[in-house]
Structures are given as C-alpha cells and as structure tokens.
C-alpha cells in the first residue's frame, strides 16, 4: 500500500550545526512532495516542496533532495536555530489520490542551544 | 490577509454531545481538508471535499460529518458516535489536486 515514512523519529542537533530530516516514500507514482513544519500546539506550516521533474530546491536555510531512484526525501536545514524546533512532516501526492496528501510520521527536531 | 481560521481553539464535550468545529477560508481554494491528529502521532484524514455540495469519507470518518455549502466553509461536526474524540483537529485547505495545503491553527477537543 501507499505509506510515507521516516527514518528517524527523534533528532537532537546542537545551534549551528547542520540538520537533516529523511522521508521514504514508497508510491513511484508520486510527484509531488512537501515539509511541512509544526510547532507545539500549532498548525503545519508549509516549508518547503518539489516536483518529481527535479531532484534538488533550495529555499532559506533549507534544501530539500529527492532521490526518485530510491524513493527518498530529504529536508536540510543549514545553521540550525532554537526556533527551528518542531516536528516536520514529508507529504507526497499524485494525480491518483484526488489531491489528498499523504503524511509521514513526522521527526521531531530538538536543537540545543 | 488570507488566511483559514479554525474556532474554537479549545472545545470541552460532554459524553453523549455533539460539537462542531469551524473551518472557514478567505483563500479561494476549492478544496478542503479534516484532519485528526492524536500526541505523538501524524495526521489522519476525516473527510475532504474538492467543491461545494460534495465530500468525501478518509480513512478515520466513522463518527464525523461535515458540509460543505459554501467554498469558504468546511464544518466538522463530532458526534457521539465518535467513542473516543479527545484530539486535535487541522482543517486544511488547497488551491486544487496537486497542490500543497494550507492549515489552520486547530481546534484542540477534550471529552469531559
């Protein structure tokens, strides 16, 4: 069946540092993913997205890779702050699913300071 | 400003009540989205509907209805059919298929 998954459910990074969120997905008819980020509380907020036409999008501070050929994700996030602590979510969708997005787990992301 | 806006923020239910949450957007987006979302855990989807007068059940609808008589309005309504409603409830919203969505802030319901 269709499922979107992480590789990590926890990340703790120092301030600075670098970051990476992985996502598998296994649809190969997918061609649209997204990150979203929520904090506590909160709705997501929308990071970050890329089309299956491209592998690489970079946007402030964060990139996100898509590797087709082994169905993965990934959102960096470049000098990781305080404030960039949340749960992030990968969402992938296709012409198939009516417009619904289908969602990850999620990863939270703890930095410290 | 744009925007789509859930009320209440917090909701208290007594056993055996029905609630509706609100979900209204000013996005001109055709498609609207409910989801659940328990702690911990990732998002699970009630119902959606791509245009008025039209819905569809997700993956979790027993114990939920909505409406949709107007674009800008997306209403769920909890009912005492839903055994266990303590959640956290996201209304999203989205231009059309193949787009990313927008979310509200959430509606947090706690059964008392």
């Known amino acids: 069946g269709e499922s979107v998954g992480l590789h990590l459910p926890t990340l703790s990074v120092q301030e600075g540092d670098n970051s990476i969120i992985n996502c598998a997905y296994s649809n190969s008819a997918s061609d649209y993913f997204i990150w979203y980020k929520q904090e506590s509380g909160k709705g997501p907020q929308f990071i970050i997205d890329?089309?299956?036409?491209?592998d690489k999008r970079q946007g402030q501070r964060v990139t996100v890779l898509l590797n087709k050929t082994v169905k993965h994700l990934s959102l960096q996030i470049a000098a990781t702050q305080p404030g960039d602590s949340a749960v992030y979510f990968c969402a992938e969708n296709n012409d198939n699913q009516g417009g619904k997005l289908i969602f990850g787990q999620g990863t939270e992301l703890s930095v410290k300071p | 400003d744009g925007g789509i806006t859930q009320s209440p923020k917090y909701l208290f239910r007594k056993e055996g009540q029905n609630v509706t949450l609100s979900c209204e957007q000013n996005l001109n987006h055709d498609a609207m989205y409910w989801y659940r979302q328990d702690p911990g855990q990732g998002l699970r989807l009630i119902y959606y509907?791509?245009?008025?007068?039209?819905?569809q059940k997700g993956d979790i609808a027993e114990g939920y209805s909505v409406s949709r008589e107007k674009k800008e309005s997306f209403p769920l309504t909890v009912t005492s059919a839903q055994k266990n409603p303590t959640a956290f409830y996201l209304c999203?919203?989205?231009?059309?298929?193949?787009?990313?969505?927008?979310f509200g802030s959430g509606t947090r319901l706690t059964v008392v």
């Open positions: 890329i089309r299956s036409n491209m």
């Open positions: 509907s791509q245009i008025v007068n039209d819905f």
């Open positions: 999203a919203s989205s231009l059309y298929s193949n787009y990313g969505y927008t």
